[in-house]
T-cell receptor
Framework: NAGVTQTPKFQVLKTGQSMTLQCAQDMNHEYMSWYRQDPGMGLRLIHYSVGAGITDQGEVPNGYNVSRSTTEDFPLRLLSAAPSQTSVYFC?????????????FGPGTRLTVL | LAKTTQPISMDSYEGQEVNITCSHNNIATNDYITWYQQFPSQGPRFIIQGYKTKVTNEVASLFIPADRKSSTLSLPRVSLSDTAVYYCLAKRDNYGQNFVFGPGTRLSVLP
């Protein structure tokens, strides 16, 4: 199993540009989520999905859109990039939202917005 | 909603045992306590999880007292490769669904 994969690894955008961060998992996990991590900080939840066709907002959803058309894929779209969105983005998945379920994280995408 | 509280940083030397304590005073009855490890430029990785008493795996031990208001992650005989940030998770967000990550404890293992 490849686990959770993310592309690209690095990206530089100009203010106002849009782009999509890709996330895929091959573990047949129902639950997927996107976090952002700013320097020296913990992870903050952006959006999450409890299954195909179902998404919801996390702690910091503004400026981001998500969709979940398949169990495997959960892309994160930046609508109009801003310097405040410079961060490292992590995608994670778990079998369900059970209280003891382990989350598996991808390697991250490092995004810089100029 | 009270988040978990853990030391911001700790230093240790190779070969020592390291104990990182996390406070979670308002933990819900059904919540588990989970610890993740994060190396620089990588995503967090699950280390250990427990509900009460003691849990041990090949990487660490987790001690949870009866009142469950705190927990201690124990790393036996640390090496330089254990230098990382360690997150204690015990609280859900206001939706009752998602774990909340705090800033974690930055462990530096010195030679």
């Amino acid at each position: 199993n490849a686990g959770v994969t993310q592309t690209p690894k690095f990206q530089v955008l100009k203010t106002g540009q849009s782009m999509t961060l890709q996330c895929a998992q091959d573990m047949n996990h129902e639950y997927m989520s996107w976090y952002r991590q700013d320097p020296g900080m913990g992870l903050r939840l952006i959006h999450y999905s409890v299954g195909a066709g179902i998404t919801d907002q996390g702690e910091v959803p503004n400026g981001y859109n998500v969709s979940r058309s398949t169990t495997e894929d959960f892309p994160l779209r930046l609508l109009s990039a801003a310097p405040s969105q410079t961060s490292v983005y992590f995608c994670a998945s778990s079998y369900s939202l059970g209280r003891s379920d382990e989350q598996f994280f991808g390697p991250g995408t490092r995004l810089t917005v100029l | 909603l009270a988040k978990t509280t853990q030391p911001i940083s700790m230093d240790s030397y190779e070969g020592q045992e390291v104990n990182i304590t996390c406070s979670h005073n308002n933990i819900a009855t059904n919540d588990y306590i989970t610890w993740y490890q994060q190396f620089p430029s990588q995503g967090p990785r699950f280390i250990i999880q427990g509900y009460k008493t003691k849990v041990t795996n090949e990487v660490a031990s987790l001690f949870i007292p009866a009142d469950r208001k705190s927990s201690t992650l124990s790393l036996p005989r640390v090496s330089l490769s254990d230098t990382a940030v360690y997150y204690c998770l015990a609280k859900r967000d206001n939706y009752g669904q998602n774990f909340v990550f705090g800033p974690g404890t930055r462990l530096s293992v010195l030679p």
